[in-house]
């Protein structure tokens, strides 16, 4: 009788035991999980912070070409008129010289 009483509180010991190691395994696992999920967001929001980064630098080349283009543009069209306005005045003193 006192070995299967001994029998059986051993046995309550065992489950008991086995009990509280899947307990600290399950809170283990959780813990990673929870941290790989913290990682995870991490890396979501500097990924989303990288790509607005991207897309502000992105329409700012775009305006700087653009007000660059419009400046060029501008010039040859002031060198066009000069050289219109110089044709002209050439023109004029031929005129001047032969009436």
């Known amino acids: ?5 001994l029998i ?3 046995s309550v010991a065992l489950v ?12 283990n696992k959780e813990a990673t999980q929870d941290a790989l999920n ?3 967001k991490a890396v979501d ?8 980064q991207t897309g502000a630098d992105a ?4 305006a700087r070409i653009e007000a660059q283009k419009d400046a060029t543009q501008a010039q040859i069209e002031a060198e066009k ?3 219109e306005a110089q044709a002209e005045a050439d ?3 031929v005129d001047a010289k032969n009436p």
């Open 1 to 5: 009788m006192k070995n299967t009483v």
């Open 8 to 10: 059986l509180l051993t």
């Open 16 to 27: 008991a035991c086995k009990n509280e190691e899947k307990a600290a395994i399950e809170q």
């Open 38 to 40: 913290q990682q995870k």
């Open 45 to 52: 929001e500097a990924a989303g912070a990288a790509k607005d």
């Open 59 to 62: 329409k700012a080349e775009k």
């Open 81 to 83: 008129k000069k050289a």
């Open 91 to 93: 023109k004029a003193k």
